[in-house]
């Protein structure tokens, strides 16, 4: 099969205006692709398809995908870059039609961006189906032409890293416990000279004196993993690293303070943050990006049971702070607040963790951008423009100190788990609440909750989970890398 693309034309009854491989495509059949595309009614619109059979021995399908306008750029609106977000979206739809008719291989027209095109043929045709007897044909998506191939292949290491983050954030919790998501990214990278992997055990948790991760752990049966990654790109080992910190609830019942039952079951997408720290590392080892970056993982369930923390209970973390745990349901600040401590460890040049941790950023903002929260005007501007490249958002949220006095006011210990207002600004409470185990001067938390999952808000994903922001983060990190070269 062949996906091409056709922009949209200045005026309504415009003919087509190809891509340079649509063009070079339509010579070849003596300007057939052209005529049957004016005898088929109007111009195609962004995202609309038109598919035509036999017009090329080599090629017996060819779907043409509208692209929207020639020239749409940056729009300062949206805060991403629109050309690149429609190629990607059109090209998800082209190689889907594809494999809707089964045939296994497609050729894509890289439309002027082919990093755009790659990600968008293999974030287009991932899907979760390794626990099904009927699967969808397997599609092997490759670039039309020659011209381009350094931009394609980076742009299919990309959303192979997306897709390693969906893969794990979508399998069942009985599928990745903490020791299976553990071996799992140990795999993924162990091809890797310049990179360590260290898969603590609970002994060495304790011996860290983690008392508030543990304190999450220990109402299931499922011990607890301390996932520690060392990638060494930098061209100096002793470099300062970027630390990447990423909750890895693997299965959040809520605890003794019990989520409903309906849609618990999402909740084995709860250690995103965790899936999508860990994949923008493999992506940046097989980018051989040049930085040193650290990835640190606190895995675990959240369980109730006999042995569970119970409201109200004291728990003390790693810098010593105590914590008053008044919902067991807000257990990811509690192991975020030991791995924080943990990243301090490594001089840093910046610490960044991610984590699905409120339903209230979600109800601040969907799914169309991640929150960031962050002490840094520098780290946020870099994960911005990453972002406006990547089209996966993100938007700056506050930490204002309004925030920290309702975690730290608190009747029985240092800070509460949840601010005392219960309900009011629930994801700035929860930032507040990890500000007090930073000292840091760069770091950023991402809040990846609303951005967890994917109906049919970004077309260019199936419906499932998202693994989003992965490529966000390998941008940033990218960014980060020239900077130190500079």
Known sequence: GLVLGVYSSEKDDGAAQFTSAGDAFDKLVSGKLRALLSLCGPPLKKGKTRIFHGLHQDFPSVVVVGL??????????????????????????????????????????????????????????????????????????????????????????????????????????????????????????????????HIRPESWITTQEMGAFLSVAKGSAEPPIFLEIHYLGGANTNDSPLVFVGKGVTFDSGGISLKPSSGMDAMRADMGGAATICSAIVTAAALKLPLNIIGLAPLCENMPSGKATKPGDVVRAKNG?????????????????????YAHNFNARAIV???????????????????????????????????????????????????????????LADVSNIGKYSRAGGACTA??????????????????AGVMSNKDEVPYLRKGMAGRPTRTLVEFAARLSQDSHN
């Open 353 to 411: 963790n991610a984590a699905t941790l409120t339903g209230a950023m979600d109800v601040a903002l969907g799914s169309a951008a991640a929150g960031v929260f962050t002490n840094s005007s520098w780290l946020w501007t870099h994960l911005y423009e990453a972002s406006i490249l990547t089209g996966d958002r993100v938007w700056r949220m506050p930490l204002f100190e309004h925030y920290t006095k309702q975690v730290t006011d608190c009747p």
């Open 431 to 448: 930032a507040a609440f990890l500000k007090e185990f930073v000292t840091a001067s760069h770091w950023a938390h991402l809040d990846i």
């Open 321 to 341: 702070k105590t914590i008053q745990v008044d919902n067991t349901d807000a257990e990811g600040r509690l192991l975020l607040a030991d791995a924080l401590c």
């Open 68 to 197: 929207g306008k020639k020239n749409a750029g940056i729009n300062e609106q949206e805060n991403w870059n629109e050309g690149k977000e429609n190629i990607r979206t059109a090209v998800a739809v082209g190689c889907r039609q594809i494999q809707d008719l089964e045939i296994p291989c497609v050729e894509v027209d890289p439309c002027g961006d082919a990093q755009a095109a790659a990600e968008g043929a293999v974030l287009g045709l991932h899907e979760y189906n390794e626990l099904k007897k009927k699967k969808k044909p397997v599609v092997t998506p490759q670039l039309h032409g020659s011209a381009e191939s350094e931009a394609w292949q980076k742009g299919v290491i990309y959303a192979e890293g997306q897709n390693l983050a969906r893969y794990l954030m979508e399998a069942p919790a009985n599928y990745i416990t903490p020791i299976k998501f553990a071996e799992h990214i140990e795999q993924k990278l162990r091809s890797f000279s310049n990179v360590k992997v």
